[in-house]
């Protein structure tokens, strides 16, 4: 289960309270961002996979039963969505006519008997991720860091970071924007020295 | 699949790649390995070099803005 995401007010969810679903965006994005971006490999179409899973989570709000069904919802959607993507590209390579081959790996994606140990799998893999930020997040000066604790670990936005530390959203959206860039010149120089 | 809970598995993974394990932890983390093959398939692949920095790499890459502009827009047609 998504750290905070069984903290919510499931009620308030089913009704259509914008805040909790706002709250329910925040915590589900990066997950399913890094879940969907591990299938497709490209940036963009994982945003649209993550915008368009978290649309049809709004449209269906009513029919979820509790908070672990809200997460399986959400990666069952952007996982299906991954792979009609990962399918279409296969056909545009291969033409209509062309060997199904290359589908062979899709068709094993498909297999329902792994697609749960695979969320399990998926949520384990952002878990270590976050371990690694916050590994990572020790280099940043206090205050970058508390800023971006908040947003990635926490999973606020912007807006509700600014409003607690009583500063400007600019002032918020440069300080993520430094963190993330002093995290990244870190994870280079680690990479580097992986390598060496 | 496994015995373990999920909850412990990131914290012994996590331990393993930065070498802290104890010598139970180091147990506890074979046992699961020995459970089944696909759990020795995961492990090999979160812990190849690179993979997780990736993770995070994509992470930090990721814009938030574009995914709720696209959000936003669907949700304006209804």
């Known amino acids: ?196 | 699949m496994t015995n373990m809970p999920n909850a412990d598995l990131p914290d012994l993974i996590d331990k393993y790649r930065r070498q802290t394990l104890t010598e139970a932890e180091r147990e506890a983390l074979q046992r699961w390995l020995n459970e089944h093959e696909d759990n020795r398939t995961y492990f090999d692949k979160i812990t190849a070099p690179g993979e997780i920095e990736g993770m995070v790499k994509a992470i930090l890459e990721m814009d938030r803005g574009a995914i709720r502009g696209k959000l936003e827009a669907r949700r304006r047609k209804l």
């Open chain 1, 1 to 196: 289960m998504i750290i905070h995401l069984n903290e919510l007010s499931f009620e308030k969810f089913g009704v259509g309270d914008e805040k909790v679903y706002k709250r329910v965006c925040d915590l589900l994005e990066v997950p399913l961002y890094v879940f969907v971006f591990d299938y497709v490999k490209r940036k963009d179409a994982a945003e649209d996979i993550v915008a368009e899973t978290l649309f049809k989570l709004w449209m269906n709000r009513a029919k979820m039963k509790g908070p672990l069904h809200i997460q399986r919802f959400a990666y069952f959607t952007a996982r299906n969505m991954a792979i009609d993507l990962l399918k279409q590209a296969a056909h545009e390579k291969t033409g209509p006519a062309g060997s199904m081959g290359d589908l062979g790996q899709l068709e094993d994606l498909i297999d329902e008997t792994r697609t749960t140990r695979e969320l399990e799998d998926a949520e384990i893999s952002f878990r270590l991720a976050m371990k690694e930020m916050e590994a990572l997040m020790q280099q940043l000066p206090p205050k970058l860091r508390q800023v971006f604790h908040l947003r990635f670990i926490d999973g606020m936005n912007v807006a509700d970071i600014a409003r607690l530390s009583g500063t400007a959203h600019s002032t918020v959206y440069n300080q993520c924007r430094a963190a993330c860039e002093k995290i990244r010149k870190g994870l280079e120089e680690k990479g580097l020295k992986d390598f060496l």
